[in-house]
């Protein structure tokens, strides 16, 4: 369990924001199998946003994120029909456009630790269903 100081909001926001960073990325990598979505690829990959930025609830939408193979990842810009087809076939293109106009704003404390939750139950479902029924 993390213990905010109370002293140094600042310090507390971003060890905040450094445990979701982790929690998230864990999501998204056990959600797609610790493989590339396009190639099926499992050496080589890493996380990728699809659409880049620094907005909290840009950055961390489990649907702008997946994990991409370094070769697909970095051939992005010469080449982006891969990429583009597997977004439109899972999300559609309007479901983007609309997410890149979300507006900026400065998450609180409990929005942060409510996101940590939310993508804590998206991972382990059953151990999340175990202690909450306790």
């Not at 905010?4 to 797609?32: E, G």
């Not at 996380?47 to 939408?61: E, R």
């Not at 992005?76 to 597997?86: C, D, E, G, M, S």
């Not at 997410?99 to 999340?128: A, F, G, M, W, Y």
Request: overall charge positive.
């Amino acid at each position: 369990m993390m213990v905010c100081d109370i002293m140094n909001p600042l310090k507390s926001k971003k060890l905040l924001l450094q445990h979701l960073d982790n929690v998230f990325s864990l999501y998204i990598k056990k959600r797609d199998n610790y493989a590339c979505v396009i190639s099926g690829d499992k050496r080589n990959i890493e996380l990728y946003t699809f659409i880049k930025s620094d907005n909290f609830y840009i950055k961390y939408n489990t649907c702008n994120s997946f994990m991409l193979s370094k070769k697909l990842s970095a051939e992005f810009i010469k080449n982006p029909v891969p990429v583009l087809q597997y977004v439109c076939r899972l999300y559609g293109m309007d479901y983007f456009v609309t997410l890149s106009k979300t507006r900026n704003r400065i998450p609180t404390d409990c929005q942060i630790i409510t996101r940590i939750n939310e993508i804590v139950k998206l991972t382990d479902p059953i151990r999340d269903r175990r202690r909450w029924d306790d």
